[in-house]
């Protein structure tokens, strides 16, 4: 599993990553995996487009990210803004992250109880109203800060995960870090709290909307210090690590959705310039 995690952030760090290619047709396109980034930079781009949905680009740079479970196929993208535009494709290739076999100790999250379950179903309503809240403007840029300091390396994004035998119902859509129980917790960036309490597989949660659909999302926390609706600055404590809800042991759980795609988190905190992406000078 860690030499695949490695192979799949060299390939894209070292930008070994399928180069784009502009054909006569003026349409750019791109290799990328599910769980990816890609970028286009162009002078005097406002607007960026993919799959039926337009947002505000980013300092003259629109990134598309490519959802965790996206199938493989053809993603049509765009840019426009000065009077042009432009068109592209992002052609999705499948990757595997790998299996985790784990082994969870007797805890309510191995076995849930029908109460339990009723609760989760309360959670994912409840969480699916930030993924269907409206985008407002950006609040951050990249990259964004580390969610602990310092941050060791993390893995298990994208994972197959099977607990105690029983396969998970969807691939681990966050990275895990070994960070030290106790260890403050920090904002990434500028944002709104949205979720701030205990939910029952993420333990103590926090989720902040950063502006221009970007979500960061912090589990397992030890003891949560802010709440809903709070507006918090890039480095704010939010809570401290710890153990709490499905997990074997202290550590952060950080994950992001961007435009309500689940993406590795490394590619928004890491340098941009080394994001995979259309040449500035692409039509």
Not at 130 to 149: C, D, M, Q, V, Y
């Amino acid at each position: 599993m860690i030499d695949l995690l490695r192979r799949l952030l060299f390939s894209v760090f070292a930008l070994s990553w399928p180069a784009i290619v502009a054909v006569q047709t003026h349409i750019a396109s791109i290799t990328a995996a599910p769980g990816t980034l890609v970028r286009w930079s162009a002078p005097g781009t406002t607007r960026c487009g993919m799959k039926g949905r337009s947002w505000a680009a980013v300092k003259g740079t629109c990134y598309y990210p490519v959802d965790l479970q996206q199938q493989p196929g053809v993603i049509p993208i765009s840019r426009s803004g000065s009077g042009h535009s432009a068109s592209g494709r992002i052609t999705v290739e499948s990757f595997d992250y790998g299996t985790e076999e784990i082994t969870l100790p007797d805890i309510p999250q191995a076995n849930p109880s029908a109460k339990d379950l009723k609760r989760d179903a309360r959670d994912r309503a409840l969480l699916a109203k930030i993924w269907n809240r409206k985008e407002g403007p950006a609040k951050f840029t990249l990259p964004l800060r580390t969610p602990a300091s310092p941050l060791p390396r993390g893995k298990s994004f994208g994972v197959k995960r099977v607990f105690n035998g029983k396969p998970a119902s969807q691939p681990h859509t966050g990275t895990d870090y070994p960070t030290p129980v106790g260890t403050p917790v920090l904002a990434v960036a500028d944002g709104t709290v949205m979720v701030a309490e205990d939910l029952f597989f993420e333990g103590n949660a926090v989720f902040i909307d950063h502006g221009d659909g970007l979500i960061s999302m912090y589990f397992h926390l030890s003891d949560i210090k802010v709440e809903a609706g709070q507006e918090v600055k890039k480095g704010h404590t939010l809570g401290r690590v710890g153990s709490t809800g499905r997990a074997t042991g202290p550590h952060l759980f950080f994950g992001v959705r961007w435009h309500n795609a689940r993406i590795n988190p490394q590619f928004v905190l890491e340098d941009p310039s080394k994001i995979p992406g259309v040449s500035p000078s692409s039509p």
